[in-house]
């Protein structure tokens, strides 16, 4: 059984700093990549930024200089670095494991007020 737990979230002013972190533990044959997604209330769940196992990188336009997304020195844990916070940041964040499966977490709130 794969558990996947993210933490970090929280109630922050715009313009400041929040970093979130994943681990992901149990009997996980590969990991092929590891991403961020966050859901609004009335949206869609969307990509916010992955790592592949090779190190590289893709984000989202909206969050593009803002927000650093990286591997710890464990292979099955990721951060999301994430700056200069908006308060269309606000979302449930939800850490994705993508391998033979996709491994999902429960979501942590990220609140950015204005």
């Known amino acids: 059984q794969v558990h996947v737990v993210e933490s970090g979230g929280g109630l922050v002013q715009a313009g400041g700093s929040l970093r979130l972190s994943c681990v992901a533990s149990?009997?996980?044959?590969?990991?092929?990549?590891m991403g961020w997604y966050r859901q609004a209330p009335g949206k869609q769940r969307e990509s916010v930024a992955f790592?592949?196992?090779?190190?590289?990188?893709n984000y989202a336009n909206s969050v593009k200089g803002r927000f650093t997304i990286s591997r710890g020195n464990a292979k099955n844990t990721m951060y999301l670095q994430m700056n200069s916070l908006k308060p269309e940041d606000t979302a449930v964040y939800y850490c994705?494991?993508?391998?033979?499966?996709?491994?999902w977490g429960q979501g942590t709130q990220v609140t950015v007020s204005s």
């Open positions: 149990g009997n996980i044959f590969r990991i092929n990549s």
């Open positions: 994705n494991v993508a391998g033979p499966y996709d491994y």
């Open positions: 790592i592949t196992s090779g190190g590289n990188t």
